[in-house]
């Protein structure tokens, strides 16, 4: 099945929309798909499948949802349309990143090109030691929200997940860091309002730097 | 339409695709015939799964590796660490040895996992599982802590030392228990403990040895002579119990421990 073929996809999508596709369906999909990544994600080839995979699960969460009607377009229409969504999303946290951070160091390595081993062991320690502060603190965290009925644990680590996994832990004294993602889609991941996730993100930043500032002052060395 | 598809788990039989095409096709044939997860808008896992699984994923483009080289480098199917990362696996699927392979994997203890896909509290624990004539072993979260501290640090020097739940296999002659079970790199529970060994402990090599070591009882007495068959991971070993009821696998490979069964021998 080709490109042209508008009748053939047309039956295709309202046997996706029944969930009864054929074996066939998802190599066609597929194919008809992946230029676009290639084509919008120029120079980053290792993203190309990671967004046609997350491509297919909002396809297949639109069908279980309800938000796919086939007689309204059919389903290459709309996983194009998701594609492209995902493709301008990385673009768009790439701009930012670039944008805070013209001349990045490359995250979490020993900066100083004239460390020896022991330089880059004490660096290498240091990071251990601060991950396991930073996570004790979101245990803590998310302990506390547990007995709340709050989500602040989880809107902050969607929030600052670039940051935190590349060791940049500047969020925490400003808030902002190399790429935040942004409340709409930390929403969409935790299945609540765009208000509700900025205000649980904020707060539990808040609570955060509390709860560092405790240990700290307890003289407590993560376990 | 799901009745043809195995358990979904780190070590199940998934297909294993060669190249990122082929992943992503497998990915949608296995969501589309296993249907998602949730029930809410998003029908993905628990919040802390998905949280999980963005993390997941954040650490892994840190450290530059596509999902098939993650999955080769953490010994997980594919398949299961692209539904992991996307928040499509819910708790049941989640065994603390597939979040601690990953871990490693990517160069962290479990402690220097900035979260996990667990409620606080609802880690799992150690547990057992019986079938066909053979016992699964599965680590809980806290047992496994010390394997992936080992496991990350540096030249895997660390000396560690962790219990095994107790199993109880049967044939025709009974029922044996084999219990007080380890597996670790400290001096080999069965050499003499004198100045020697002990010093051998303290100039331990970079990589030391892994162990396997439990006592097997029949009716409260060694089990002597029986054997029982260790499966870890892709490795198979079978060991006779001694006189005192001792049971050895010596020279295991500690990074290869998913899945972990007992059976006794034929």
């Known amino acids: 099945m080709g490109v042209g073929d508008g009748g053939a996809w047309a039956a295709w999508s309202r046997d996706f929309a029944d969930g009864r596709e054929p074996g066939a369906f998802w190599p066609a999909l597929l194919d008809e798909l992946r230029p676009l990544p290639a084509a919008l994600l120029r120079g980053r080839p290792h993203e190309w499948e990671d967004v046609l995979q997350e491509a297919v699960l909002s396809l297949l969460e639109a069908r279980a949802s309800g938000r796919f009607d086939p007689s309204r377009g059919t389903v290459t229409a709309l996983a194009a349309t998701i594609v492209r969504r995902r493709c301008a999303d990385r673009l768009r946290a790439e701009r930012d990143r670039a944008s805070r951070h013209p001349v990045a160091d490359p995250p979490g390595e020993a900066a100083d090109p004239g460390a020896g081993p022991e330089e880059a062991m004490i660096e290498s320690e240091s990071r251990r030691v601060w991950r396991r502060r930073f996570a004790q603190a979101i245990r803590e965290l998310e302990r506390q929200d547990g007995l709340r009925g709050s989500c602040r644990a989880q809107a902050l680590l969607l929030r600052h997940r670039e940051a935190i996994a590349n060791d940049e832990w500047s969020f925490l004294r400003s808030g902002r860091s190399g790429e935040i993602v942004p409340w709409k889609e930390v929403a969409e991941r935790l299945g609540i309002s765009a208000e509700a996730a900025r205000q649980n993100g904020s707060r539990g930043l808040r609570a955060l730097r509390d709860i560092l500032a405790a240990q700290a002052d307890r003289g407590e060395e993560p376990e | ?266």
């Not at chain 2, 699984?53 to 199917?77: Q, S, T, V």
């Not at chain 2, 049941?92 to 996992?113: F, H, I, K």
């Not at chain 2, 009974?174 to 670790?184: K, P, S, T, W």
């Not at chain 2, 002579?225 to 499966?231: D, H, M, S, T």
Request: proline share 9%; no cysteine; hydrophobic share 45%.
């Open chain 2, 1 to 266: 339409m799901t009745r043809d598809l195995p358990a979904l788990e780190p070590s199940a039989a998934l297909p294993r695709p060669a190249s990122d095409q082929e992943l992503t096709l497998e990915v949608a044939r296995w969501l589309s015939a296993r249907g998602l997860p949730g029930a809410g808008p998003g029908r993905r896992g628990p919040a802390e799964a998905v949280v999980f699984g963005e993390m997941a994923r954040a650490m892994r483009a840190r450290a530059g590796l596509g999902r098939i080289a993650l999955a080769r480098r953490a010994r997980l199917n594919p398949v299961y660490l692209a539904l992991l990362e996307m928040g499509a696996l819910v708790p049941g699927e989640l065994p603390a040895v597939a979040v601690a392979m990953l871990a490693v994997a990517l160069g962290r203890s479990l402690d220097e996992l900035p979260t996990t896909p667990y409620a606080p509290g609802a880690e799992p624990r150690d547990e057992v599982r019986h079938l066909s004539g053979r016992a699964r072993l599965l680590l809980g979260f806290a047992s496994l802590r010390p394997w992936a501290d080992a496991m990350t640090a540096p030249a895997r020097a660390a000396a560690v030392s962790i219990s095994l739940p107790d199993v109880v296999l049967s044939d025709g002659e009974g029922a044996v228990r084999i219990g007080a079970g380890q597996i670790g790199n400290l001096v080999t529970p069965t050499s003499p403990s004198d100045e020697y060994a002990w010093r051998l402990v303290r100039e331990a090599p970079a990589a030391p040895r892994w162990w396997v070591h439990a006592h097997a009882l029949r009716s409260g007495r060694p089990a002597a002579g029986v054997e029982v068959e260790l499966r870890m991971g892709g490795q198979r070993r079978w060991s006779r119990v001694d006189d005192r009821g001792e049971l050895h696998f010596a020279d295991v490979d500690p990074e290869d421990i998913e899945p972990l069964e007992l059976a006794l021998g034929r």
